[in-house]
């Protein structure tokens, strides 16, 4: 009998889970897990709630947990607890999602790995271990040409006016804030984050306006800036990408891969369909 294992690979927007055996199980989605931001017990809530029973009721081998916020020691082992406190299962792997990313895009070669969802990151992968990783410092200071860096962007214009007539109407009419209660949300509330990815849409919905085109080239170039540009490569290095922003906005990537004279590898939307196939091998 094949060994059930279960995937799971979490932003701070939403989980996805995927069960695995002599045949894959469709995969289902909980909420984002970020232990900076949740406890344990906040953790196991979303486990225990939101996995559908039949899972939590399931004798599973081995679950491979790979998530935001999982870097160190002491952030992975509250979520290793709490996946062991609500989960029937013999072995629990948590790391962070950069390996995640890393072994989904690359596999077993050697690769550079960038992951542009919620958030943003990057590592020169050998196939085995991450060699280097551009050191990352959060949505606040940098996540540069991510969800809520560009987001952040959209924000911006909306709030200092500097997006033309028709652009402020759209924004209004698909939105319907104020002032106000974006620095309430973004200030004041937690996970400020999820908030300000959630305004790419508006990126996705208006493109060809010369100001939408702009905020995105420019968020992403400063990906490529900051972290890409600096890593050791040779010119057949491949330059792997993982995530919402990344698969909604290849064409751009596509254009900055040729502008730096890089390899562009694959682009995947989320890394599960990659992470099955590493661990089945």
């Known amino acids: 009998m094949s060994e059930i294992i279960l995937i799971a690979d979490s932003g701070a927007t939403k989980t996805e889970w995927c069960l695995v055996g002599a045949r894959k199980s469709p995969s289902f989605f909980t909420s984002g897990i970020s232990p900076y931001h949740m406890d344990q017990k906040q953790i196991e809530t979303i486990i225990k709630t939101e996995i559908p029973r039949t899972i939590l009721k399931k004798e599973i081998d081995s679950v491979y947990y790979y998530g935001t916020g999982c870097y160190t020691k002491p952030k992975a082992e509250i979520v290793k607890k709490a996946l062991i406190s609500s989960i029937l299962v013999k072995k629990v ?21 960038c992951i542009l969802g919620t958030g943003s990151n990057s590592c020169l ?12 410092l959060g949505y606040v200071l940098g996540d540069e040409g991510s969800g809520a860096y560009l987001g952040k962007k959209v924000l911006q214009h909306f709030l200092y006016e500097t997006f033309d007539k028709e652009l402020m109407e759209a924004f209004l009419k698909t ?18 984050n999820r908030y300000l990815a959630g305004f790419t849409k508006f990126l996705s919905a208006h493109r060809g306006h010369y100001i939408i085109e702009n905020i995105i080239e420019d968020g992403l170039r400063d990906f490529f800036e900051n972290h890409l540009v600096h890593y050791k490569r040779t010119i057949d290095t491949p330059f792997h990408f993982v995530g919402s922003i990344a698969y909604f906005f290849k064409d751009k990537i596509d254009e900055l891969c040729v502008d730096y004279g890089m390899n562009r590898g694959v682009i995947l939307k989320n890394p599960m369909e990659g992470l099955i196939k590493f661990h089945r091998k």
């Open 93 to 113: 792997h948590v790391t962070h999602d950069l390996l995640g990313a890393a072994r989904s895009v690359c596999g077993n070669e050697k690769g550079i790995a």
């Open 125 to 136: 992968f050998s196939g085995k271990t991450i060699l280097h990783n551009s050191p990352g």
């Open 175 to 192: 939105f319907n804030t104020n002032k106000t209660e974006i620095l309430h949300k973004v200030y004041k509330e937690p996970l400020a």
